[in-house]
């Protein structure tokens, strides 16, 4: 395949995958062993086009909590998205200063695809018995933003997946409500992380494939778009089970590949 054909396939790889519960992260790094490994930069630019896509959708939202002071309740939501980031941000600053760095290899990744569909089933199950709230608490924005370093650090946990369910687990357990929450809390992660990675790379610019970085940029800004918006209808009426299934089945398969030595 060509080398736009591949860029193409990239950014819609993590378009569909950066905001659905399966994690972008694990997705590329696999993805890059067929495709060939991108820079970090590019990695970079496809997820900004991803995190460009959450603001067009939620862009109303944002406006509303950002300049309604006179109303109580959109203070008290944007005071927990702050919170819940702050946490993020702290927990990130410290995997940063202790050198922690994602491991690129396929067993990490397979484990947590494997045990994070299992662990989607069990928490369904678990929220299925319980009654339907759409109140986000403290409670919520602690530990969406304490599950929020999980995908930080551990490659194929899924920081959607992770933030979804542990704002489902500890009482916000209507989908639509945990998935805006946890949504509009990854805006400001996703655009630091974005910004901490290209301060990183910025000096690797004169080398750069400038076409690709905007084809694989434009691409996934609107697959992500997309993919969001099916995303938010499909939680109206149904559960995540679908996800947790794929995850399982993907997880199962890539852990076959490294026993059999297809893949390390």
Same mark, same amino acid.
């Given at each position: 395949?060509?080398?736009?054909?591949?860029?193409?396939?990239?950014?819609?790889?993590?378009?569909?995958?950066?905001?659905? *519960?399966?994690?972008?992260?694990?997705?590329?790094?696999?993805?890059?062993?067929?495709?060939?490994?991108?820079?970090?930069?590019?990695?970079?630019?496809?997820?900004?086009?991803?995190?460009?896509?959450?603001?067009?959708?939620?862009?109303?939202?944002?406006?509303?909590?950002?300049?309604?002071?006179?109303?109580?309740?959109?203070?008290?939501?944007?005071?927990?998205?702050?919170?819940?980031?702050?946490?993020?941000?702290?927990?990130?600053?410290?995997?940063?200063?202790? @050198?922690?760095?994602?491991?690129?290899?396929?067993?990490?990744?397979?484990?947590?695809?494997?045990?994070?569909?299992?662990?989607?089933?069990?928490?369904?199950?678990?929220?299925?018995?319980?009654?339907?709230?759409?109140?986000?608490?403290?409670?919520?924005?602690?530990?969406?933003?304490?599950?929020?370093?999980?995908?930080?650090?551990?490659?194929?946990?899924?920081?959607?997946?992770?933030?979804?369910?542990?704002?489902?687990?500890?009482?916000?357990?209507?989908? *639509?409500?945990?998935?805006?929450?946890?949504?509009?809390?990854?805006?400001?992660?996703?655009?630091?992380?974005?910004?901490?990675?290209?301060?990183?790379?910025?000096?690797?610019?004169?080398?750069?494939?400038?076409?690709?970085?905007?084809?694989?940029?434009?691409?996934?800004?609107?697959?992500?778009?997309?993919?969001?918006?099916?995303?938010?209808?499909?939680?109206?009426?149904?559960?995540?089970?679908?996800?947790?299934?794929?995850?399982?089945?993907?997880?199962?398969?890539?852990? @076959?590949?490294?026993?059999?030595?297809?893949?390390?």
């Amino acid at each position: 395949m060509s080398d736009t054909v591949n860029t193409i396939l990239l950014g819609i790889i993590e378009g569909i995958t950066e905001f659905l *519960p399966v994690s972008s992260t694990g997705h590329l790094l696999i993805a890059e062993r067929w495709l060939g490994e991108r820079s970090e930069l590019f990695n970079v630019a496809i997820q900004a086009g991803a995190i460009l896509a959450i603001v067009l959708i939620y862009w109303r939202r944002i406006v509303n909590l950002l300049t309604r002071w006179d109303d109580a309740e959109s203070r008290d939501y944007l005071a927990k998205l702050v919170v819940a980031f702050l946490i993020t941000a702290a927990g990130g600053f410290l995997a940063t200063r202790h @050198g922690w760095k994602l491991s690129e290899a396929v067993l990490p990744i397979a484990l947590a695809s494997f045990i994070g569909g299992i662990l989607i089933l069990v928490i369904e199950r678990y929220v299925a018995g319980r009654p339907a709230s759409s109140v986000v608490t403290w409670k919520v924005a602690f530990w969406v933003g304490a599950c929020q370093i999980l995908a930080a650090v551990f490659p194929g946990t899924s920081r959607s997946a992770a933030t979804i369910f542990a704002a489902m687990m500890v009482g916000l357990t209507l989908r *639509p409500a945990a998935t805006e929450f946890a949504f509009l809390v990854g805006i400001p992660t996703m655009f630091a992380a974005t910004a901490y990675e290209f301060l990183k790379v910025r000096g690797q610019s004169q080398a750069e494939d400038w076409q690709a970085l905007i084809v694989g940029f434009l691409v996934s800004g609107v697959v992500a778009f997309i993919a969001v918006k099916w995303l938010l209808r499909y939680v109206q009426t149904h559960r995540f089970t679908l996800f947790a299934w794929y995850r399982i089945v993907l997880g199962a398969v890539l852990i @076959g590949a490294v026993w059999s030595g297809a893949m390390r």
